[in-house]
């Protein structure tokens, strides 16, 4: 599954055993795969500002889960032409050791193997500060999005606007990848040549008739010069006096002339415009010929490993130097920036879980700072409301009033702020890597 529960109980002894209990009743229940989640030692500060630090903290999780969510969006919509690669292009690079940066770390390995970057998001800083760091991080990164996005929408529009004149009838569609200048009497004072669109069961009919529909048209002069399910459009070269006359019984006989006149380098400049756009939303996304291709490593082959608290032999996802893609060559700039910048933000939103686990713990267990941040993976969906009744049952004395709530819904709980139905006698947040679903 792609979802974890983050918890956290306080660390004194009767609460480790508690853990200890836990970790060995969803290890023999096969419920979920449990791993230590470290979180460092921060500046408390006052109650009153953690109290305003967790829901400054609510609102940034919100916020930086909904900024990842658009950008993967937004990586899958580059690569429409490669929709089965996206997933292993949102990655959380550089997260890890520094001997590790060299691997493409995946999103689940990341947040098994979660260490606090304290070179970005210094510790001893204030808590405030650090959140501020976060906050501009994410928000500067959102900016970047929306101005990207924005550009790279106004080309796929205007190419999908070029591309519609294409598709349409005979009525309506652009005629400058049908018709070429022979087929045209041009720069004459007398002739002119129309384009008629004539039903399909009508072409013997046309043949036979179009000649004598006015006066002064040239014989054998029409032509059959593109046709859809519809009909054909066929020329016809006659003088300019009566094409007023000629238009008039044309349609009384079903035969529509289409409004056109031939300018090649009005034509010519909507195929450059045509091949341009093609052109520029291709250079945004050109990872499928070369950056998706596998090649030679130098590094020695090594795997980032989790060590699974109470599953010790658990196998973890990761990957060898040797099934590292080329890095960058070959992608088009959006998708380049995307990727990097969704690395940056998923990782940002990863500290945030910390930090709200952090202040939630410090708020709920109090002073002096003494907790044990555990994550949980439910082995799969049908297995939460089992694992979901071991918790409650192991931690329900950390808030009675709280494990009552739990069963029955008519409890209040004073002074909580949502649904009670989010609210455990343990610290809980959750985690969800589905961002495509």
């Given amino acids: 599954m792609s979802e974890f529960w983050l918890i956290s109980a306080p660390g004194d002894k009767e609460n480790l055993q508690a853990l200890e209990r836990m970790n060995?009743?969803?290890?023999?229940?096969?419920?979920?795969?449990?791993?230590?989640?470290?979180?460092?030692?921060?500046?408390?500060?006052?109650?009153?500002?953690?109290?305003?630090?967790?829901?400054?903290?609510?609102?940034?999780?919100?916020?930086?889960?909904?900024?990842?969510?658009?950008?993967?969006?937004s990586v899958a919509?580059?690569?429409?032409?490669?929709?089965?690669?996206?997933?292993?292009?949102l990655l959380?690079?550089?997260?890890?050791?520094?001997?590790?940066?060299?691997l493409k770390i995946d999103l689940t390995s990341f947040v098994t193997h979660f260490e606090w970057d304290m070179a970005k998001y210094p510790?001893?800083?204030?808590?405030?500060?650090?959140?501020?760091?976060?906050?501009?991080?994410?928000?500067?990164?959102?900016?970047?999005?929306?101005?990207?996005?924005?550009?790279?929408?106004?080309?796929?529009?205007?190419?999908?606007?070029?591309?519609?004149?294409?598709?349409?009838?005979?009525?309506?569609?652009?005629?400058?990848?049908i018709v070429n200048k022979d087929d045209f009497v041009l720069d004459s004072e007398y002739l002119i040549t129309l384009l008629v669109i004539v039903p399909k069961p009508s072409y013997t009919q046309w043949q036979k008739t179009y000649e004598s529909l006015s006066d002064m048209v040239v014989p054998?002069?029409?032509?059959?010069?593109?046709?859809?399910?519809?009909?054909?459009?066929?020329?016809?070269?006659?003088?300019?006096?009566?094409?007023?006359?000629?238009?008039?019984?044309?349609?009384?006989?079903?035969?529509?002339?289409?409004?056109?006149?031939?300018?090649?380098?009005?034509?010519?400049?909507?195929?450059?415009?045509?091949?341009?756009?093609?052109?520029?939303?291709?250079?945004?996304?050109?990872?499928?010929?070369?950056?998706?291709?596998?090649?030679?490593?130098?590094?020695p082959d090594h795997v980032v490993k989790v060590t699974p608290l109470g599953n010790?032999?658990?196998?973890?996802?990761?990957?060898?130097?040797?099934?590292?893609e080329s890095e960058g060559e070959g992608e088009g700039p959006l998708l380049r920036w995307l990727k990097v910048n969704f690395s940056e933000a998923f990782i940002a939103w990863v500290h945030v879980k910390a930090l709200r686990v952090f202040v939630e713990s410090v708020l709920r267990y109090g002073l002096p700072v003494n907790f044990h941040a555990v994550l949980l993976q439910p082995h799969k969906k049908s297995s939460t409301k089992r694992l979901r009744q071991v918790l409650n049952s192991t931690f329900k004395h950390l808030d009675e009033v709280a494990a009552a709530s739990i069963l029955d819904a008519s409890v209040e709980i004073p002074g909580l702020q949502f649904n009670h139905q989010d609210y455990f006698p343990y610290v809980y947040f959750h985690i969800d890597l589905g961002l495509l679903d």
């Fill in 92 to 102: 959380a690079n550089g997260g890890l050791k520094e001997k590790l940066k060299c």
């Fill in 123 to 177: 510790a001893k800083q204030p808590l405030v500060t650090v959140v501020d760091t976060l906050t501009k991080q994410l928000t500067q990164i959102e900016t970047d999005l929306k101005s990207r996005t924005a550009t790279y929408n106004t080309l796929k529009t205007n190419l999908e606007n070029l591309e519609k004149k294409s598709m349409g009838n005979l009525f309506t569609r652009t005629l400058s990848d």
């Fill in 312 to 324: 010790p032999d658990r196998p973890t996802a990761g990957q060898t130097d040797r099934e590292r």
């Fill in 77 to 89: 919509e580059v690569m429409e032409d490669a929709k089965g690669k996206v997933q292993e292009n």
């Fill in 220 to 299: 054998r002069s029409t032509k059959l010069i593109a046709e859809d399910n519809e009909g054909g459009l066929f020329t016809v070269t006659l003088f300019r006096r009566v094409i007023d006359d000629f238009k008039a019984k044309a349609k009384e006989n079903k035969f529509m002339v289409r409004e056109f006149y031939f300018d090649e380098k009005e034509m010519n400049r909507e195929r450059e415009e045509m091949t341009r756009l093609l052109s520029d939303k291709k250079q945004q996304y050109q990872t499928s010929c070369v950056a998706l291709k596998k090649g030679s490593s130098t590094y």
């Fill in 24 to 73: 060995t009743v969803t290890s023999k229940s096969n419920l979920s795969y449990n791993t230590k989640f470290a979180i460092p030692d921060f500046k408390v500060g006052t109650l009153d500002s953690l109290v305003g630090l967790s829901d400054e903290l609510g609102k940034l999780d919100n916020f930086a889960e909904s900024l990842i969510k658009r950008m993967a969006q």
